[in-house]
């Protein structure tokens, strides 16, 4: 199986060349917040709690966000490999994902950590506000509370894999194109 990661702050871009990276490595695309995002237009009790935490900013909690994502592997069985998107998102996600991939006797293959300036994702995020109808895009105090979550609860999981030899960094502005040619050389690399 190849497992990747892809990492970066809110509105790096992780979601836009995932859907480029799924369609050309057949991947499984595990996106947390596509599925918090569901369970919210859903109505359900768990998009119902979610919601709340979204809308201000917050990381939904850990213990929801894990159970989420276990359900989801078992929809899954015989994937190829998966590409988690936005997830994990804190030390206590990284270490239960570990657990639950040592289960299935695999593990993480490669982390690329997409690096943006903070303005141009206030920027990004913004622009992505005015169309996306996505309540977290369109304050900016909301989305400086993100960054502020992402550099306190997120960034300390860069080291966890820093640890093991596994991640990688790269330039995350310029054309989505030229940003998947790097993202696809180091997967190329790695595999
Ligand atoms: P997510 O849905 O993961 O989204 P994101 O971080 O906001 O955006 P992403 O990086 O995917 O950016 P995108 O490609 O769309 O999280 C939303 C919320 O859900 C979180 O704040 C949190 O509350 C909750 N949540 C999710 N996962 C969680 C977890 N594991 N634990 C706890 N809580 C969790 O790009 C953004 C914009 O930039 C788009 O408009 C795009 O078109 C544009 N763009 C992309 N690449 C560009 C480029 N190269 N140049 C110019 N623009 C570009």
């Known amino acids: 199986m190849f497992n990747l990661v892809l990492f970066g702050p809110p509105g790096s871009g992780k979601g836009t060349q995932s859907d480029k990276l799924v369609a050309s490595y057949g991947l499984i695309h595990l996106s ?3 599925l918090l995002r569901k369970e919210i237009a859903d109505q359900t009790p768990l998009g119902l709690s979610a919601k709340s935490y979204i809308d ?4 939904v909690p850990d213990q929801v966000v894990i159970g989420m994502v276990d359900s989801f592997f078992d929809q899954h069985i015989g994937a190829k490999g998966f ?3 936005g997830f994990p998102r804190t030390v206590a996600q990284a270490q239960a994902l570990d657990e639950l991939l040592t289960k299935k006797n695999t593990a993480i293959s490669l ?3 997409l690096e943006v300036s903070e303005e141009e994702l206030v920027k990004r995020l ?3 506000g005015q169309t996306s109808g996505r309540s977290d895009d369109t304050d900016e105090s909301v989305i400086r509370k993100r960054f502020a979550v992402y550099t ?3 960034s300390p999981v860069a ?3 820093r640890l093991s030899g596994k991640f990688r960094s790269i330039a995350g502005e310029g054309s989505i194109d030229s940003i998947f040619a790097g993202i696809c050389a180091q997967i190329d ?3």
């Open 32 to 34: 947390t917040g596509n």
């Open 152 to 154: 306190q609860e997120t």
């Open 159 to 161: 080291e966890h894999y």
């Open 189 to 191: 690399a790695n595999s």
């Open 56 to 59: 201000s900013g917050k990381l």
């Open 111 to 113: 982390v690329v950590a």
């Open 83 to 85: 590409l988690f998107d």
């Open 126 to 128: 913004l622009q992505r």
